[in-house]
């Protein structure tokens, strides 16, 4: 661990909060949105402050933001699993009003 991880993460957190602000819509999108805002300004202080990498503050910030861009990268492939998910549903639907549409004629 150095000096520069804590704005990395920081920065690498508040990217991945942007992407699931788009993703996402109301109330969470806001969250999003907040809180990309802060670790933006958050990381850019950490760029400009001389930090005490050795410190056990330190360590559990850095800690804790792994652990958040971690959730973050779960969340987002959650997101594209159900898009996927609901790509599919709607080929399903697709598919079979065609189906139908072909049987009807079939039936008439």
């Not at 920065?11 to 806001?30: E, F, I």
Request: aromatic content about 2%; overall charge negative.
């Amino acid at each position: 661990m150095d000096s520069h991880d804590l704005a990395e993460l920081l920065t690498g957190l508040a990217s991945r909060l942007n992407n699931l602000m788009v993703d996402t819509s109301g109330a969470v999108s806001r969250q999003c949105s907040d809180l990309q805002e802060t670790l933006t300004g958050q990381a850019l202080a950490a760029i400009a402050k001389d930090l005490d990498h050795a410190t056990a503050q330190y360590a559990a910030a850095v800690n804790a933001l792994t652990e958040a861009t971690q959730e973050a990268d779960a969340a987002t492939a959650a997101l594209d699993q159900t898009a996927r998910s609901i790509e599919a549903v709607a080929k399903v639907v697709k598919f079979a009003g065609q189906a139908s549409a072909l049987a009807a004629g079939v039936l008439a």
